[in-house]
């Protein structure tokens, strides 16, 4: 998210550095700009060590381009352009956030269908509760792990806050929250039932009784970079049958 606020006034910084140059001939132009979309559509895996490398190249160009304005200028911007691609591209995902790599501007990618199926998956939880039910989320996933497939669904629901826990289970902040909210709903996101059952399980263990779920299943595409692919998934809402 970050980055794709940034890339747009970064281009436009490109613009502005081409506009400054003064080459002559209009084929450099050209073929500088097909290099950097060029790289933009590459999805290389590169090692530390490279990728340091790159970064220092990056570092080279931009001091050129600082002090030149000749077609040596112009190679520099190319370099720098083109190398910021080429290591967002070979990144997996950090830390605890996803990483779409630009390279899916120029191929097939899961976002779209992602994205649809989430939007129908909300729909049909809007279509079994009401605006006066209070609603908390539980997604199945370690998130601390890297575990985030499903997470892209809840956060249709706006999870955040809202959320139940992070753990599979019942803990001490599922409680404290159930106490302040008082919700009335439970929607729940797993891989499959067992997740679901699991969770279900365990409020009721919890003096926090669970209706029977009413679910909708949902395919959802597993991410080519994802360490945690997930096929399909299950989404639940449960009323809770507060004292």
Do not use: H
Not at 154 to 180: F, K
Request: aromatic fraction near 10%; charged fraction near 15%; hydrophobic fraction near 50%.
């Amino acid at each position: 998210m970050y980055q794709a606020m940034l890339w747009p006034p970064a281009m436009i910084a490109a613009v502005l550095l081409f506009s400054t140059l003064r080459v002559q001939q209009w084929w450099i132009y050209v073929l500088s700009i097909a290099v950097i979309i060029g790289a933009g559509a590459l999805q290389p895996t590169l090692t530390f060590a490279v990728g340091a490398a790159v970064a220092l190249g990056m570092v080279l160009a931009g001091v050129i381009t600082s002090q030149r304005t000749t077609v040596l200028a112009l190679v520099a911007v190319t370099v720098f352009f083109a190398s910021a691609q080429l290591l967002q591209n070979s990144r997996t995902d950090l830390g605890l956030y996803f990483l779409s790599p630009y390279s899916w501007a120029f191929a097939p990618n899961p976002i779209a269908e992602k994205v649809s199926t989430a939007i129908e998956v909300q729909e049909w939880l809007l279509a079994n509760t009401t605006n006066k039910d209070q609603i908390l989320t539980w997604v199945d996933g370690t998130w601390t792990e890297g575990d985030r497939e499903l997470y892209a669904v809840a956060a249709m629901q706006l999870w955040g806050e809202n959320r139940l826990t992070l753990e599979p289970t019942v803990d001490d902040y599922a409680r404290a929250i159930v106490d302040q909210v008082e919700p009335t709903v439970i929607a729940l996101y797993g891989r499959d039932q067992d997740s679901i059952t699991t969770m279900l399980e365990s409020l009721n263990e919890n003096n926090l009784p669970a209706g029977d779920p009413q679910c909708i299943d949902f395919s959802w595409p597993a991410a080519s970079n994802s360490a945690f692919p997930a096929d399909a998934g299950i989404a639940c809402v449960s009323r809770l049958d507060l004292p």
